[in-house]
Nanobody, 115 residues
Framework: QVQLVESGGGLVQPGGSLRISCAAS????????MRWYRQAPGKQRDLVAS???????DYADSVKGRFTISRDNNKRTVDLQMNSLKSEDTAVYYC?????????WGQGTQVTVSS
């Protein structure tokens, strides 16, 4: 069992930066693929970024070059550094841990990009 708690969301101006974090409890964090999803009002939940257990990363086209996902297996955290934020990045961001059939979600953190 893994519990995920996101933090670091908030209000930021267009062009600004924000770093959100996900803290995991439970054992074997290092074997999980970790992902960040986001969901804007009235839209489906979309994958934003992922990092494998070995540190391989992948990004949605819409955030490539602006967002960076990273993980610290010792601290059991996964972060998402978001730069050059746009209004369309506004959403609730969810942390996800996946290993085989095991799939866990955090409660989400709101990111609002607005002037």
């Amino acid at each position: 069992q893994v519990q995920l708690v996101e933090s670091g969301g908030g209000l930021v101006q267009p062009g600004g930066s924000l770093r959100i974090s996900c803290a995991a409890s439970g054992s074997l964090f290092n074997i999980y693929a970790m992902r960040w999803y986001r969901q804007a009002p009235g839209k489906q939940r979309d994958l934003v970024a992922s990092i494998t257990d070995l540190g391989r990363t992948d990004y949605a086209d819409s955030v490539k070059g602006r967002f960076t996902i990273s993980r610290d297996n010792n601290k059991r955290t996964v972060d998402l550094q978001m730069n050059s934020l746009k209004s369309e990045d506004t959403a609730v961001y969810y942390c996800n841990a996946n290993y085989g059939k095991n799939n866990y979600w955090g409660q989400g953190t709101q990111v609002t990009v607005s002037s």
